[in-house]
């Protein structure tokens, strides 16, 4: 059974970091993808990453959020630091497929970890 369980969300006020994980069992993924979603916003990618090592981030985390992986534990990270009341949402890692530098083609997704930031 393919499953995506994403763990580390919380509340943190601004400025804060947490570290959001991702685990894949069931599955050798080729890429996976972490987005967001706020309430009564549409959700948007956040940032991706392919198993040979290249990465996608959108231009509101660059310089804050970092996606890595662990190919042993199955497993993607998304360290977030420097935390904005903006960041606030629920966030899903997801496997796809990559092409045209991004992870697309969205497959399987996890259940969401949530985030929020406090001013």
């Known amino acids: 059974q393919v499953q995506l369980v994403e763990s580390g969300g919380g509340s943190v006020q601004a400025g804060g970091s947490l570290r959001l994980s991702c685990v894949v069992s069931g599955y050798t993924y080729k890429c996976i993808g972490w987005s967001r979603q706020a309430p009564g916003k549409e959700r948007e990618g956040v940032a991706d990453v392919y198993t040979d090592g290249d990465t996608w981030y959108a231009d509101s985390v660059k310089g804050r959020f970092t996606i890595s992986q662990d190919n042993a534990k199955s497993t993607v990270y998304l360290q977030m630091n420097s935390l904005k009341p903006e960041d606030t949402a629920m966030y899903y890692c997801?496997?796809?497929?990559?092409?045209?530098?991004?992870?697309?083609?969205?497959?399987?997704w996890g259940q969401g970890t949530q985030v929020t930031v406090s001013s």
């Open positions: 997801a496997a796809g497929v990559w092409f045209g530098g991004r992870c697309r083609a969205i497959t399987v």
